[in-house]
């Protein structure tokens, strides 16, 4: 089994970057699937992007297309998500997730889950 454990969030001004991080421990993370969803207070949780053990399948929703960057480094279990060009929108809890699915895009195919990590941008 997978446990994660976020960090790295807070409050940024628009325009900023932070970059979250995810901790993972357990045997299987390097088989598994990564993904980052956020989810805003009355809003459903919504997926961000995902990236595989090799890193050689990643997708992103678009509307974080060129502005969120995922990546992982399997020696350290740990996986990123590089955020730029924050805008007040993007206020929400961030998760990561762990799959065995390949290319996970929702949330029932993600198998272990974080506890977020708070990001609020400011105006």
């Known amino acids: 089994q997978v446990q994660l454990v976020e960090s790295g969030g807070g409050l940024v001004q628009a325009g900023g970057s932070l970059r979250l991080s995810c901790a993972a421990s357990?045997?299987?993370?390097?088989?598994?699937?990564m993904g980052w969803f956020r989810q805003a207070p009355g809003k459903e949780r919504e997926f961000l992007a995902t990236?595989?053990?090799?890193?050689?399948?990643?997708y992103y929703v678009d509307s974080v297309k060129g502005r969120f960057t995922i990546s992982r480094d399997n020696a350290k279990s740990t996986v990123y998500l590089q955020m730029n060009s924050l805008k007040p929108e993007d206020t929400a809890v961030y998760y990561c997730?762990?799959?065995?699915?390949?290319?996970?895009?929702?949330?029932?195919?993600?198998?272990?889950w974080g506890q977020g990590t708070q990001v609020t941008v400011s105006s």
């Open positions: 990236i595989n053990w090799s890193s050689d399948i990643i």
């Open positions: 357990g045997r299987t993370f390097g088989r598994s699937a």
């Open positions: 997730a762990a799959s065995l699915t390949v290319r996970p895009t929702i949330a029932y195919q993600y198998d272990y």
